[in-house]
């Protein structure tokens, strides 16, 4: 944090000091903003100071915003957004082994949350449960961790199994012995 504080300084020196005050715990705005980005490591917080002093901007940002800096966006990160994300993990759930996945990150969050819900349930009760779990997906691959090896291998994923009334199962029996000339 004093890393920060310092560095933020360096980028704003005239109004820096004079607005935000000195490093320490007798600094209340040094506390808020020590609390609010005291879940983020040291590689995100220098993402966002490099990204602040990349953006070219003339004023200090709010802490929220710094922090957001810090976390990076899908885009930042070479990741789909959300919705093209949950798109793609709801429109090939059903055939996940075959489709060649945008992104690992992906895979994995269809995964996580369930291929046969991502087919079966409303859309707007699974970008419910996909988001979160995109997010911290995303949140991870910020971190550093690769996704690279949760591709499924062909045999890895179930098809999902859909039940059929026993009619319905009858229907396509006879189906198939008619195409085999039965």
Known sequence: MLTLWRRMDEMFPV??????GAAGDDNGIYKTWFKVLGDLNSR???????????SG???????????????????????????EAYGEA???????REHVWSHPVVYAAAKEVGFYDLQRKPKNEMIKLF?????????QVADG???????????????PVVPVSAEVAKSHIEKIRE????
Request: charged share 25%.
């Open 15 to 20: 109004v820096w000091g004079s607005q935000m």
């Open 44 to 54: 995100q917080v220098k993402r966002g100071i490099d990204r602040l002093a990349n």
């Open 57 to 83: 901007a003339k004023f200090i940002p709010a802490v929220s915003e710094f922090k957001a800096m810090c976390r990076g966006s899908a885009e930042d990160l070479g990741l789909p957004v959300l919705y």
């Open 90 to 96: 709801a429109k090939f759930s059903g055939r996940a």
């Open 131 to 139: 988001k979160p779990v995109y997010e911290r997906c995303m949140q």
């Open 145 to 159: 961790v690769d996704f690279g090896a949760m591709l499924p291998e062909p045999d890895e994923v179930e098809a």
């Open 179 to 182: 195409l085999q000339g039965r």
